[in-house]
């Protein structure tokens, strides 16, 4: 059975982030990494919506700083890692990996998907899965904490949900991301009309973001190391998924 389909709005903030909104209630929405508080209560007072909750992924200040301010003024439940208090903002409900917490009319659950950060968490609601930091259009998280093990088992977590599921990440890196899925690839003619494709939408202003699960479990190469047909075609010896993931992940950070 599929899931419903949830409705998901959008509002730009800081330098690349996405703040993703969706309903709790017939005039409530929850908003997930408000990392700034000002393009949140645009959209509240906007669509004549109040913010009943925030999810935060993990506890970098771009997707935090907006919660006090929101706080003030709307009295959200926040919903964050109870084993990362210590960095969050105070948590009216504390999570952890699987937790299934009711956010009005909607059930959340709650993965936990460290690598990232150690305590990073992702959100799975209807067919959407709120990714923080974790996972990227064609990249991943940068490891600031966590092993390249643990961010592995992290994606493959995700990689197992159904394959029409669609990822919100927080931060629009596709161009980017895809310019390095290209020096892997470089005579790949899909990707290059990708590349087409994903210029054209940065250019006319248009969120290259969500999407599908099934998307990325092609081109992402952060979700192929244990793909013996992508292994061979970036030229990689056989090795261990989680080494030649190290491999890559190093080889995007001095990209
Ligand atoms: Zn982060």
Redesign the pocket.
């Known amino acids: 059975m599929d899931a419903i389909r949830l409705p998901v709005d959008a509002v730009n903030a800081r330098k690349d982030n996405y703040i993703w909104i969706f309903p709790t209630g017939p005039d409530s929405v929850a908003a997930v990494d408000p990392g700034e508080a000002e393009p949140v209560l645009r959209y509240l007072s906007e669509h004549s919506r109040r913010l009943s909750h925030v999810l935060i992924t993990?506890h970098?200040a771009?997707?935090i700083e907006g919660i006090d301010a929101l706080r003030a003024r709307h009295q959200p439940l926040v919903v964050g890692a109870a084993a990362d208090q210590s960095r969050l903002p105070p948590l009216d409900l504390p999570v952890a990996d699987q937790a299934t917490p009711l956010l009005g009319e909607r059930e959340v659950r709650v993965l936990a998907t460290p690598g990232?950060?150690s305590a990073h968490l992702a959100y799975q609601v209807a067919d959407a899965l709120f990714v923080?930091?974790t996972l990227f259009r064609y990249g991943c998280?940068r490891l600031?904490e966590g092993t390249p093990e643990q961010m592995w088992r992290s994606l493959l977590k995700i990689r197992a949900l159904p394959e029409t599921t669609r990822l919100f990440p927080?931060h629009e890196y596709t161009r980017l991301n895809l310019r390095f899925v290209q020096s892997l690839l470089p005579d790949d003619q899909e990707l290059q009309q990708q590349m087409t494709t994903v210029c054209q939408m940065m250019d006319s202003g248009t969120r290259t973001l969500p999407v599908e699960l099934r998307w990325e479990k092609r081109f992402n190469p952060f979700l192929l190391c244990d793909d013996s047909n992508f292994v061979k075609r970036i030229g990689a010896a056989a090795q261990s998924p989680e080494v030649l993931f190290a491999t890559l992940r190093e080889r995007r950070n001095h990209f």
């Open positions: 993990h970098h771009d997707h990232h950060t923080g930091d998280g600031f927080a």
